[in-house]
Each structure stands twice: as C-alpha cells, then as structure tokens.
C-alpha cells in the first residue's frame, strides 16, 4: 500500500518530533567523554526519528509488517508491528505500533554522524493523521510516543540513551506553523517542551 504523503510525513512529521531531546548518554567507560550537548541530543533524536519515519514513507504491507530498509548512511534499520490506515475524505490516518531495531546504522542529522544500534530496540505507537479543514488549509496531526534505548557512537565516544516520550502537535502545512508539546523522560531527564514555532520543511 502506498502510504499517505509518505514524504510530508518525512518531511514535517521529523521535525516536530525530533525537538524533544534533552542531553543523554551514559554506561561507557570515559564518562565525562560520553556526555552529549544539547545541540548533539537533538540530532541524535533527528536521526532516530529518519529512521521511524523512512520505514513509513514508501510501500507498506498492512496491517502487519516486517520490513529492513538501508539507513543513508550505511547500515540498516528493521521494523516489525502493524501500521492500521483508515480515514474519510476529510482525514487520513494510520495508527502505528511498531518496533525499531537498527543494526550498524549510520545517519546524519545537523551536520554530526551517529552510529545507531538496538539497546535492544525503540517503539513507535500512536497516530498519524492528515486532514484538509477547507480548501487552504492542510493539517498534519501527530500522537506518538516513543520509548526503549538505542546504543549510539559519536566522533568515538560511545553511549545509551533511554527514551520515554510522547509528542501531541498539530503542523498547519499551510501556514508552516506547529503547536504542541513534547513529554516525558529521557536519559533521566524530565522533559516538558512547548513544540510551538514555525515549521521549516526538510529539502
């Protein structure tokens, strides 16, 4: 099945959903080197989120998949769960349930390259929905959660993040503005973020 606007869901779901890191990493042996700043963690975030969006943006056997895709820059990443469509002619939406095991695989995100491996893996749930309210107006609703741990590398320094969050936003793809909120835990850090601001789609 071909998915709904697989690449605006790439494009300006990433986005939104990539902005709720908080600094993590720990468990190697150098700690003080293990550390990520906060501009690193929200790119290794951004590149976790390339990973869960590309599995849907092409082809997808439904309801049940089991699909590996190639990581851009290397490596791989494998998604088992169901993706559940259904909708109207005012809304499409797909409910996803799936888990995310990436395996040797490279991406990069605001210029840095990460090494992403399963710690054992992270899940994706909730809802993806795409509606048009009038003739000008096309809007992107977004429910998921994200949890699990992923291993990471970076410029050598290795490390695990454990993520625990949900992110609820509405991307008026017209206006190029988001609302919203990012919460939960991640890498032992609270984490409570107001997702309001304009959206830059991804070229």
Do not use: H, W
Not at 27 to 41: C, I, N, R, V
Not at 157 to 176: F, K, P
Not at 185 to 191: F, I, Q, R, S
């Amino acid at each position: 099945m071909k998915m709904i606007a697989g690449s605006v869901l790439f494009r300006t779901a990433a986005p939104v959903a990539m902005v709720a890191l908080i600094a993590c990493g720990d468990g190697a042996t150098e700690p003080e080197m293990d550390m990520l700043t906060l501009q690193e963690s929200e790119a290794l975030l951004e590149a976790v989120q390339r990973i869960g969006l590309t599995e849907l943006e092409d082809d997808v056997p439904v309801p049940n998949v089991d699909i590996t895709r190639a990581c851009s820059g290397g490596g791989e990443a494998t998604a088992v769960g169901t993706v559940l469509p259904s909708g109207t002619e005012e809304m499409a939406t797909v409910t996803v349930d799936l888990t995310l095991v990436p395996r040797d695989c490279m991406e990069t995100a605001r210029g840095l390259s990460f090494m992403l491996n399963g710690a054992p893996s992270l899940r994706e749930m909730g809802t993806i929905s795409i509606s048009v309210p009038d003739e000008f107006t096309f809007v992107l609703d977004l429910d998921l959660s994200f949890f699990g741990t992923l291993a990471y590398g970076l410029d050598g320094r290795i490390g695990t993040c454990d993520i625990s969050v949900r992110v609820v936003s509405r991307v008026d793809l017209a206006a190029l503005a988001q609302t919203g909120t990012a919460t939960g835990t991640l890498c032992g850090n609270t984490v409570d973020m107001d997702l309001s601001g304009p959206v830059t789609p991804q070229g």
